[in-house]
Nanobody, 125 residues
């Protein structure tokens, strides 16, 4: 079982950058694909990015391609989401989640087993 904690959320101006971290505790972190999701007020939770267990395979939603980069450090049990060129529509609560899968990571929230508590990202001038 994993426990996940997000950090790095903040208020930032359009065009700015943030780096979110997802720190895990528990056993077997390297056995899990990790996904980042976000939820804006009144909207459904959507997949933003994910990274497979060995860090080679990744996925990005079309809306963030070229602006966001996901990475992981299995020794530190941490996954990062570098967010550049932020837009107001990137505003929301960002969650990380873990899926114990041998296969490619997924942008679907329903396949993930463990979730963090979320971090607020607000992009506004």
């Amino acid at each position: 079982q994993l426990q996940l904690v997000e950090s790095g959320g903040d208020l930032v101006q359009p065009g700015g950058s943030l780096r979110l971290s997802c720190a895990a505790s528990g056993f077997g972190f390297s056995d899990y694909a990790i996904g980042w999701f976000r939820q804006a007020p009144g909207k459904e939770r959507e997949g933003v990015s994910c990274i497979n267990r060995n860090g080679v395979g990744t996925y990005y939603a079309e809306s963030v391609k070229g602006r966001f980069t996901i990475s992981r450090d299995n020794a530190k049990k941490t996954v990062y989401l570098q967010m550049n060129s932020l837009k107001p529509e990137d505003t929301g609560v960002y969650y990380c989640a873990a899926d114990q899968t041998f296969y490619a990571c997924s942008g679907r929230p329903d396949v993930y087993d463990y979730w963090g508590q979320g971090a607020q990202v607000t992009v506004s001038s």
